[in-house]
């Protein structure tokens, strides 16, 4: 067991730096998710820990022992890979007892430790065959039986659920969630799927183009997303997000369509006249009767029906945002529909930084 | 394309049957002159019906052409051949593939365009090596002034011999290299996808088990497909065993056919050349018949 930090890491490949001075201190035992969008670096990062790609600069650190200059073997860390990488001319047997051979571990310790894994995946009846003649989610479990039985100090998984179906998907997070109390090992995930982020993470890293946007809980970085970035990528429906102005005193922004809106701890007068971005996510929107105040007045323009909840897509002046309600009131395309939300659950972040403004914190 | 028209149709079996006895009249006529006896061989027109002499023609030329030496030597050298090109070849790929040195394109790209060098371009100079194959370390070391600066230290004058000629290992050594079959193991390396050799890391593997323990396994019908062209191509060596060996016992049977071609103070007895070249041409064609399947898979690259 061991806890994982890295400081300022920096990757370039030849002259492109993708990874631009990275800092994560992952507690021992801690199940962190990456999470950003294709092409952000995400696997690289994980790379760098699992020693399959050399650190241009910074520090990869495992337990107290700097790693840097380790091989991948050396560094006591299992990794699942996105397509497996399983050998296609061993059996399950023979992929998930390699790293024992290699070691050369007795036979009976090999066939004791496979077993106990198989049964830990459930996977006992499949040990025979070969990659070819399992199923994605059959593949994912003999890939992730290699990765146990070394019973390393820290997993790194990389995309491992994104070729299977969505019900598979589910069903595999769930197991690898309770195989991770069972095992107690820290566990780094990388996914591009903020869902899988939510669920999964004890701790959350949301990446962005080589840098990290924001670390926290799922919880805070739902509750206060640190930038319009983070806002829009954790949550689905994304966070609506409007421009508008701070007023004068600081106290209210005003936007187009929307009127005069008061912020329950203000901004501050010195941040007054300054163009902001209001965020709002559309499960916080919900739809009021006509003059009971409320937020703003939105056009709709047509409704998604989800079974349990409906999506209602609206028009705020040249602004679109989304509005996630339960309710089943019979308003139609055209209708004007009064929106009101707690102010408490009101984001408001730099139009130009994107960062979010402390000071008027609703969460 | 496919076209459903009775006169293409007609025409392409057409240019397709002449192409088959084109190719196979000559291979007709060797086969029915083995099987004929002396007087039928030499009627002209030959006859194109069999005969019935085929064993005892077969005999006469196994023992003339001296087959049981010359076919020791002929496996020995084909298999030397065989193993040697796949062995260089596999490995050289596998650094060019899987390793990140300086002038690693460099490399390839040497190695490619030495495909269009056959041995006949470079035949005297690789004779001349094999006179001395350690001849290019002293040439080397010559050039240093390593030669002069030992004779001077210590008197010893460094004279490095070791020669090929009527040897096994000049049959085989000089062919060795193949760009053909380096190109071949690259490509199917590059199909083989990353994540596995980055797994193996993981495990723990070296670049050596890695490479037997994965990479080899994985290639097995790669290896089979190259086997079968690299068997016909070690066979059919003449030129440069002709070359390198001068004691009989070093022959191989392809220069062997040479003896049964009778000359111009012997019986003409081509029933007994015709006889030997089929079974010269044997093993090759057993080769390709036995492992055509992996032939056609292996070069068309996939497992299954
Ligand atoms: N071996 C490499 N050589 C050059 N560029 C690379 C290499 N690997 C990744 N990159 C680049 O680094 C960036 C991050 O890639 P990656 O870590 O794979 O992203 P992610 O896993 O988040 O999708 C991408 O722009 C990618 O093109
Ligand atoms: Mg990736």
């Known amino acids: ?363 | 394309m496919i076209e459903r028209t009775p006169i293409l149709n007609a025409v392409t079996h057409t240019i397709l049957g002449v192409g088959l006895l084109v190719m196979c009249f000559p291979l007709v006529i060797a086969f029915v002159a083995a099987t004929l006896p002396y007087e039928a061989v030499i009627d002209v027109p030959m006859t194109l019906i069999p005969g019935g002499q085929l064993l005892e023609n077969a005999v006469k030329a196994w023992e003339r052409g001296e087959f049981a030496t010359q076919g020791v030597n002929s496996v020995i050298m084909t298999l030397g051949i065989l193993f040697g090109k796949i062995a260089c070849a596999s490995l050289t790929a596998f650094a060019i593939c899987y390793f990140n040195f300086r002038f690693r394109m460099l490399a390839f790209w040497l190695i490619f365009i030495t495909l269009m060098l056959p041995l006949e371009v470079r035949i005297v100079p690789t004779y001349e090596v094999a006179g001395n194959a350690l001849l290019p370390l002293q040439q080397l070391l010559d050039v240093l002034w390593l030669t002069d600066l030992v004779a001077w230290l210590s008197g010893v004058e460094i004279a490095l011999e070791w020669n090929l000629l009527d040897t096994y290992w000049g049959l085989t050594l000089p062919l060795f290299a193949s760009a053909t079959a380096t190109f071949l193991f690259r490509q199917f390396f590059l199909t083989i996808p990353e994540e596995l050799a980055e797994a193996a890391k993981m495990d723990g593997a070296g670049p050596l088990r890695f490479f037997f323990q994965i990479l080899l396994p994985l290639s097995k019908t790669n290896i089979a497909a190259l086997s079968v062209i690299m068997f016909v191509f070690g066979w059919n060596q003449y030129l440069w065993p002709l070359l390198i060996t001068t004691d009989p016992e070093m022959r191989t049977l392809v220069m062997g056919l040479e003896n049964l071609i009778p000359s111009e103070d012997e019986l003409p007895e081509w029933n007994v050349a015709m006889a030997g070249t089929l079974m010269v041409m044997l093993p090759p064609i057993v080769v390709v018949l036995v492992l055509q399947r992996w032939f056609v898979r292996g070069l068309l690259g996939g497992e299954k």
């Open chain 1, 1 to 363: 067991m061991a806890n994982v930090s890295m400081r300022q890491v920096r990757k370039s490949f030849g002259a492109t730096e993708v990874i631009h001075g990275i800092d994560i201190e992952i507690g021992d035992g801690e199940f962190a998710v990456i999470v950003g969008p294709s092409g952000c670096g995400k696997s690289t990062l994980l790379r760098m820990i699992a020693g399959l790609e050399a650190v241009t600069a910074g520090e990869v650190a495992i337990g107290d022992r700097v790693v840097n200059d380790l091989e991948p073997k050396e560094r006591d860390v299992a990794m699942v890979f996105q397509n497996y990488g399983l050998y296609p001319h061993m059996t399950a047997f023979q992929n998930i007892s390699y790293a024992l051979r290699i070691a050369r571990r007795s036979k009976a310790e090999i066939r004791e430790r496979v077993e106990r894994v198989a049964r830990i995946l459930g996977i006992e009846d499949l040990l025979a065959r070969k990659p070819s003649q399992l199923s994605g989610g059959q593949r994912q479990r003999v890939a992730m039986g290699r990765a146990i039985i070394r019973e390393p100090d820290v997993f790194l998984f990389d995309e491992p659920l994104s070729n299977l179906d969505a019900k598979l998907r589910s069903q595999m997070r769930v197991e690898i969630k309770r195989l991770h109390d069972e095992l107690k090992a820290t566990s780094i995930f990388v996914t591009h799927d903020q869902v899988e982020a939510m669920t999964m993470a004890d701790r959350l890293v949301v990446m962005n183009q080589g840098v990290i946007e924001q670390t926290g809980t799922p919880r805070q970085v739902y509750r206060r997303p640190g930038s319009t970035y983070v806002a829009g990528f954790i949550g689905a429906p994304a966070m609506n997000l409007l421009p508008a102005t701070l007023s004068d005193d600081g106290a209210a922004v005003e936007g187009r369509g929307m009127g005069r809106i008061a912020l329950p701890n203000g901004a501050g007068p010195d941040r007054s006249g300054r163009r902001v971005m209001l965020g709002v996510r559309p499960e916080h929107l919900a739809v009021v009767a006509d003059g009971s105040g409320g937020l703003l007045a939105a056009r709709l323009l047509y409704a998604e029906d989800l079974g349990a909840s409906r999506l209602l897509h609206c028009a705020v002046g040249e602004d679109e945002l989304i509005v996630h309600t339960q309710d089943e009131t019979g308003d139609r395309p055209g209708d004007t529909l009064r929106l009101a939300a707690d102010p408490a659950n009101l984001h408001l972040f730099d139009a130009e930084s994107g960062r979010r403004l402390e000071a008027v914190d609703g969460g």
